[in-house]
């Protein structure tokens, strides 16, 4: 897997683990180091190779102005051994438009292992003047890929390309040989920035099959010749980023591959369906769930003072996410095994899918059957079509017994065979058992269950499991300050995701937590009180009261008032103003929001005008408000409710009027006049 710089542009399915704060950590390590490191490379005119230099003089067509590079070609050369053996030549030539290139592109990361050899590695800088700056592999510097949370036997080495300025043509090659658990692999061509060329060689031995899929762009036939395929395309866009989009990794292009050995035996490293994958899986994982003595004991110790099944599971649950320290240790295999659940217990730490291990063998001891679910994180990335370990996280399908009621359990679903199936997270501290994180709902999941792997789709939970009730009781001045409390009450997504805010900062840091919000509706305030309740009674409502003052809210006009009834919160959107829209717009959850301010008027003023109710309505959401007045008290009531998630390009216009709407009532305001001037 190779890297342009640190910008991860290719991504792995080999590790069942939270990987984003594996890339995230090499990014700043890599950032820091690259800055600091400065090798000399070697000048010499006829250094460069044919390929980079072909590359280099190819006449581009015309880019956007903020395009800060091109890549002018992509190739991979893989080659298929009948031992199983692969080979992998990768190239890349970049041109560097913009100083910020440096950045985003100004040097290659490759991880490797102890399955992933690295045999090669070199690269070349051509600057604008035509002269060749040649580095090596001697001249790389490694690092360990991940934090300190993961402890993994993968490293990266990485070259920064000398004078990597504006006009440069940059390029590297390296060879890595592996010998996979799985025979699959990926083909990305599309990233961030413009592809001019990419092309993907397979060498296949005799006899050797394979199977691939196109995923976000229009099938390609290969060039065939005895059993090497090669596909190549061309002029290939970058994925521009924009505001509430799905992951960039779920809308560019790709080709997956699948190799089928003619060998018998080594057929079970082909997962041919989701099925074969689930039993693989099961084969990796078959004694880890086995409980000991000391599970059986802390179990027991545990749920004895539950009354019943569903409190001993809650119990369980909460022992898991929040006594067992998230820790990973994946060497080889390790990054797809789970440990052994005795070890888990015994050592109080473990990773996703160490945690799900753990909690499904003290499930056992209480009667509870449990499977386990390979998700991604990010929707999108699992393609149905297409079986694949392309999974970056593990949760556990809970199989509910009869005497268990549904109450409160949002996260369930009906199996045809394994009955009522409840989706839980122990990895996640803050997601009650009953609730699932907002990314894995409407998501994919490989349950492995007796018979093989099944994927199911992950429910989208209801807006009404996903609440936020903002009330305030709130004074107005003569001079059109505002004053007064706030109270918050949150459960389901708006709490978690509150919840880890407010749990990741310092007790005297909260506060600033509260400001933050208040600074991005209000203009001039200060923060008076800000109080906690529930913050860490996951399973309970979380309860957040503020109190503020706000000088000038109102907006002096002669002998009138201008005020906003709509405080605080903003749900309208400008995300589809400017040019128009190539990706689809992603919620982050089905919710339901509602908002309730009560403001008492300054004496003497009386209200001349009131904004008009709302009514608002898209395929995807809802949204009413209005306003009343009932002797000095401004009542201002509104109700925003998503009902979807994922909004396709051909619907954009209907959303967009539906949040234009949202944003014009938030701007609306009441006119009060002086009734004595």
Known sequence: ???????????????????????????????????????????AADSAPDWLRAAAQDKLPEYPKDTVAVVLLDEQFTTVKDNGEIETRYRSAYKLLRPEARDSHGGVAVDFDAETKLTYLKAWTITANGNAIEVKEKDAAEVGLYNYEIFSDKRVKYLKFPEANPGSVVGYEYVQKHRP??????????????????????????GWEYTNHWAHYEEQNPETSGNQMVWQVQDVPGIEIEKEMPPWQAVAGRMDVKYFPRDPKMRARSTGTWKDLGLWYAGLTESSRTPSPQIHAKVAELTA???????????????????????????????????????????????????????????????????????????????????????????????????????????????????????????????????????????????VGPDGGELLAIPLLPPTTNRLLRTGTLNLSEAGNLDGTVRETRWGAPAESRRAELMEVAPNLRAKVFENFLGSTLNNFTLTHASIGNLEKYDQTLTLDYSFVSAGYAKAAGNLLIVQPRVVGTKGWNILSGKPRKYPIEFREATRQDDVFDITLPKGYVVDELPKPVKAECPYGSYKSEVEVSGNVLHY?????ITDVIVPTQKLDEVKDFFRQIAADEHSSAILKRETP
């Not at 683990?17 to 000399?40: C, N």
């Not at 009531?637 to 409710?641: A, D, F, I, L, S």
């Open 1 to 43: 897997m190779h890297r342009s710089c640190y910008e991860m542009q290719k991504r792995t399915a080999t590790s069942l683990s939270r990987d984003v704060a594996g890339i995230a950590a090499l990014a700043v390590v890599l950032s820091l180091a690259i800055a600091l490191w400065h090798p000399k490379g070697t000048l």
């Open 181 to 206: 658990f799985l025979f699959e692999d990926d083909w990305q061509f599309q990233s961030r920035i413009p592809t001019r060329k990419a092309r993907f060689t397979l060498q296949l031995p005799p």
């Open 305 to 447: 003072p539950a009354p019943d099944r569903l409190a001993k599971m809650k119990v369980l649950a909460e022992f898991v996410q929040r006594q067992i320290r998230y820790v990973a240790i994946e060497i080889g295999i390790g990054g797809m095994q789970p440990h052994r659940a005795a070890d888990v217990f015994a050592h109080q730490y473990g990773d996703c899918k160490d945690k799900a291990t753990l909690m499904s063998a003290m499930l056992q001891e209480i009667g509870v059957d449990s499977y386990y679910v390979l998700v991604d994180t990010e929707r999108g990335i699992v393609t149905p079509s297409f079986p694949s370990p392309r999974f970056n996280h593990a949760i556990l399908a809970i199989k509910l017994p009869d005497d268990v009621p549904l109450v409160g359990l949002y996260a369930t679903v009906n199996h045809p065979k394994l009955g009522r199936l409840l989706f839980f997270d122990p990895t996640n501290e803050y997601v009650p058992l009953g609730y699932l994180t907002s990314s894995l709902q409407d998501n994919y999941g490989l349950v």
């Open 637 to 641: 009531k509104r109700t925003y409710e």
